[in-house]
Structure formats: structure tokens, C-alpha cells
């Protein structure tokens, strides 16, 4: 079994960085792709970035630019460093690691608000 633990959440406002942290431990024969999703009140969870074990990058459109995804192989641990924060990317954001299967983090409250 994988455990993902996430930390970083919280509010902040307009304008201003978060950084979200995705520790996985556990039984980790390999990990392909870690990523985080985002899901607001009353809309589809939609993925935020993802970086595969190459180092492939992939980036919602409306994040490019301000958000920004890194991992660190050794740890088995994925950051997601937010700036220039907006209220529309208030949303829980939940960490995904691929391997064998997918596995979900419990998800990290991330509101933006003046």
C-alpha cells in the first residue's frame, strides 16, 4: 500500500505563493507521473501539473506561467510552488502519484481571498 501525505494548503491572498508538498511512502516499486488535481465547489476536478519520471512537464492553461511543479526522486516527493495566486484557483488540491495503480492524496485546501 502507498500512503501520499500532503502539506502546504491554506489561504493567501490575491497575489500572493503557496507551496503544496506530496510525500509518498510506502510500497513503492516504481513511480511514473505525480501531479496535483484541483477541485472547486460545484466543478469537475481538473488536473493542475503533472512531471513524469523523465521530467516531463505538463501544465494547466490558466496556471502556465505563475505555477510551477518539481520532484525530488530520492524523497518520492512532488512540490507544487504557486505565485501570483487568484481567487479562481481557490479549490482543494489533491496529490496523484501513478505507478502500478493511481493513488490520491487527501486532498489540501487552498483559498485565495482578500
Known amino acids: 500500500q502507498v500512503q501520499l501525505v500532503e502539506s502546504g494548503g491554506g489561504w493567501v491572498q490575491p497575489g500572493g505563493s503557496l507551496r503544496l508538498s506530496c510525500a509518498a511512502s510506502?510500497?513503492?516499486?516504481?513511480?511514473?507521473?505525480m501531479g496535483w488535481y484541483r477541485q472547486a465547489p460545484g466543478k469537475q476536478r481538473e488536473l493542475v501539473a503533472a512531471?513524469?519520471?523523465?521530467?516531463?512537464?505538463r501544465y494547466l492553461d490558466s496556471v502556465k506561467g505563475r505555477f510551477s511543479i518539481s520532484r525530488d526522486n530520492a524523497k518520492n516527493t512532488a512540490y507544487l510552488q504557486m505565485n501570483s495566486l487568484k481567487p479562481e484557483d481557490t479549490a482543494v488540491y489533491y496529490c496523484?502519484?501513478?505507478?502500478?495503480?493511481?493513488?490520491w492524496g487527501q486532498g489540501t485546501q487552498v483559498t485565495v481571498s482578500s
Open positions: 512531471i513524469s519520471s523523465s521530467g516531463r512537464l
Open positions: 496523484i502519484v501513478t505507478g502500478s495503480r493511481d493513488y
Open positions: 510506502g510500497s513503492i516499486i516504481s513511480i511514473d507521473a
